[in-house]
Nanobody, 124 residues
Framework: QVHLVESGGGSVQAGGSLRLSCVASGKDFSSYSLTWFRELPSKAREGLAAIDSDGDTRYRDSVKGRFTVSRDNAKNTVILEMTGLKPEDSGMYYC??????????????????WGQGTQVSVSS
């Protein structure tokens, strides 16, 4: 399994941008699908953006056109570029990894390991 550490969160005003990074330790990083989740005040976690081992990406409708996920397998890193931030984008952001399975990418229960996350706060 890979273990991921998130960074890059912070406080911005609405309309601003942030770049979140996630560095992995462990073997075979390139074989994992990687997903960014946000934790809501209810503690529910919603999938925002995913990139699989082939580089194919998927996004939650609410972030399409504003968020971009990318990966650098040589650096064991996954990036989430966020632009046009809104107050409702606020929350704790996590990156997680899994090998391909039958579960939807946005299902948090299908990811075994979660890190500490990085906090994003967007003010109006």
């Amino acid at each position: 399994q890979v273990h991921l550490v998130e960074s890059g969160g912070g406080s911005v005003q609405a309309g601003g941008s942030l770049r979140l990074s996630c560095v992995a330790s462990g073997k075979d990083f390139s074989s994992y699908s990687l997903t960014w989740f946000r934790e809501l005040p209810s503690k529910a976690r919603e999938g925002l953006a995913a990139i699989d081992s082939d580089g194919d990406t998927r996004y939650r409708d609410s972030v399409k056109g504003r968020f971009t996920v990318s990966r650098d397998n040589a650096k064991n890193t996954v990036i989430l570029e966020m632009t046009g931030l809104k107050p409702e984008d606020s929350g704790m952001y996590y990156c997680v990894a899994k090998r391909a399975d039958a579960f939807p990418w946005y299902n948090p229960a299908s990811y075994p390991n979660w890190g500490q996350g990085t906090q994003v706060s967007v003010s109006s």
